[in-house]
């Protein structure tokens, strides 16, 4: 094969992420050679064996370091960028990773003649009182302005097998004697399944969905965050138990937790204000076709993946039977 005939190269930043993983896979899947930057290559092997041999290159890049973003994207035909952070830590800061990094992303891309494809969030929004989805919000107004026809999809909670919400209080419920319905358990939200947001990223490269368009990405049903619970709980055959915790005493409680140092808080006051807000699809989006839905895709229900991967945290694991809740 000669370079000329060479297929397109697709820098994946954060490939080794959840989200990462499951796009790399997609874009091999469909041929593709794709470079994958993350901070510590040497951590992300496992990543090879879902192309062929030498379709799958690992580089050093950190999104606080433009240096390594340019290098990273030289050369290439198409940039996907799957980096966020769920709290701050260390120097990892919201508008460092998710705004300056998001920014100098485009800004590589642009200057390489490269297509961009951007995952932000649900929420997102510039003006709003939580920093994560405030810096995601400057981010999308930053790549509209340096990429005018660059892709941004918007997924509600994605989950899937390394997912960080369901797994998270899974591991909860098996430890704690009540699991917390922060401001009552009512935020509302759209669990998307991680192989549809990949199958969404693969599109995008292929140019077979509009460019220059945001697209709001939620699966098939709108869930309570009690309702999301309940869902953990009768998976892995744990009884119901909640207390409700006030928005005000959450807020408190991570705070606490956020001060701790050397340790992933379960919870923060950024993440409690996000819950504040319903997290799903706009009906602005869905009128004008910017979903799954409108994009032909059927969205994959919550049911159907959930006890693949939460039978781990069963009383007797994948041995449990279906008897009486623990």
Do not use: W
């Not at 991570?254 to 504040?276: H, M, N, R």
């Amino acid at each position: 094969m000669t370079v000329s005939n060479l297929p397109p190269l697709v820098t994946v930043f954060g490939g080794s992420g959840f989200v990462g993983r499951h796009v790399v896979r997609a874009l091999a899947k469909r041929g593709y050679r794709i470079r994958v930057a993350v901070r510590r290559p040497d951590l992300a092997g496992f990543l090879r064996p879902l192309g062929y041999a030498g379709q799958i290159q690992l580089v050093q890049a950190n999104l606080r370091y433009r240096q390594s973003i340019d290098k990273a994207v030289a050369g290439s035909n198409h940039v996907v960028n799957c980096v966020g952070i769920l709290f701050e830590s260390g120097r990892n800061k919201f508008d460092a990773v998710q705004e300056f990094g998001a920014k100098a992303v485009a800004e590589a891309a642009r200057a390489n003649g490269a297509k961009l494809t951007h995952i932000s969030a649900i929420g997102a929004d510039a003006k709003s009182a939580s920093s994560y989805a405030r810096s995601k919000g400057r981010a999308e107004d930053a790549i509209r302005t340096i990429l005018p026809d660059a892709i941004i999809l918007r997924p509600s909670i994605v989950f899937g097998q390394e997912d960080n919400f369901f797994n998270k209080f899974a591991d909860m419920a098996r430890t704690l004697p009540f699991l917390p319905l922060i401001g009552g358990g009512k935020t509302k939200f759209q669990p998307v399944f991680v192989e549809d947001v990949a199958e969404v990223v693969g599109r995008a490269v292929d140019g077979t969905i509009d460019a220059g368009k945001t697209y709001e990405l939620g699966g098939p049903e709108v869930l309570s965050f009690k309702d999301c619970l309940e869902a953990v709980l009768r998976v892995t055959h744990r009884k119901g138990r909640f207390v409700s915790l006030p928005f005000g005493v959450a807020s408190f409680i991570g705070g606490v937790a956020s001060a701790v140092p050397l340790i992933t808080p379960p919870l923060t006051g950024d993440q409690v204000t996000l819950l504040k807000s319903d997290n799903v699809v706009s009906d602005l989006a869905e009128k004008e076709g910017r979903t799954l839905k409108g994009l032909g895709i059927r969205s994959t229900l919550l049911d159907t993946v959930l006890p693949s991967y939460l039978v781990q945290y069963r009383p007797q694991g994948q041995f449990s039977g279906t008897g009486k809740a623990a």
